[in-house]
């Protein structure tokens, strides 16, 4: 199985700020790479598709970067409705895996 | 846009076997170019695969729950399930669906999710 870890679990900021997060996968995986927001009691969303697309409807201010087994998102100038908690995901072989998870709040 | 609906019980007792159904709509899984999906959300947990299934009938498990999974698929109406058997309250987690696309290869959109509970 492909082991992807974010970094860091969890994170304060504040509003404007710019933030990233990162997430490294144990074996390249191309650009297979996707990250979704989760926002507490509701289902994951899509963000950034194949590391660095972004998906219809996001704000620009998130962006992805990363090829092999390091990638990146980041938010450019925080919103209160971005703190939340963030997956990667990663599509290149089954099992499909995730993400731990890492934990925006606000400082 | 299409979306998903998971329905089912909410309570299971242990050793006995979950089943959770999910309804498709604006979208006929016959049209091919997706794997329906579960994931399941431990409480204050991640996310974990737990396998997919094709229109006809093709699947892929997680081998770490493939010895209890099944999922099938009716095209009939429009749906898709899972059976997971011999629960224990491990298996107590927020079940998702959700289209996985071929060759797109993400997750989108989810189904609302629904919590199911392992308990006597």
């Known amino acids: 199985d492909i082991q992807m870890t974010q970094s860091p679990s969890s994170l304060s900021a504040s509003v404007g700020d710019r933030v990233t997060i990162t997430c490294r996968a144990s074996q390249s995986i191309s650009s297979y790479l996707n990250w979704y927001q989760q926002k507490p009691g509701k289902a994951p969303n899509l963000l950034i598709y194949a590391a660095s697309s972004l998906q219809s409807g996001v704000p620009s201010r998130f962006s992805g970067s990363g090829s092999g087994t390091d990638f990146t998102l980041s938010i450019s100038s925080l919103q209160p409705e971005d703190f939340a908690t963030y997956y990667c995901?990663?599509?290149?072989?089954?099992?499909?895996?995730f993400g731990q998870g890492t934990r925006l709040e606000i400082k | 846009q299409v979306q998903l609906q998971e329905s089912g019980p909410g309570l299971v007792k242990p050793s006995q076997t979950l089943s959770l159904t999910c309804t498709v709509s604006g979208g006929s899984i016959s049209s091919g170019g997706y794997y329906w999906s579960w994931i399941r959300q431990h409480p204050g947990k991640g996310l974990e695969w737990i396998g997919y299934?094709?229109?006809?009938?093709?699947?892929y498990y997680n081998p770490s729950l493939k010895s209890r999974v099944t999922l099938s698929v009716d095209t009939s109406k429009n749906q898709f399930s899972l059976k997971l058997s011999s629960v224990t309250a491990a298996d107590t987690a927020v079940y998702y669906c959700?289209?996985?696309?071929?060759?797109?290869?993400?997750?989108?959109?989810w189904g609302q999710g629904t919590l199911v509970t392992v308990s006597s």
């Open positions: 959700a289209p996985y696309g071929d060759p797109s290869n993400w997750f989108d959109p």
């Open positions: 299934i094709y229109y006809s009938g093709s699947t």
């Open positions: 995901q990663q599509s290149h072989s089954t099992p499909i895996t």
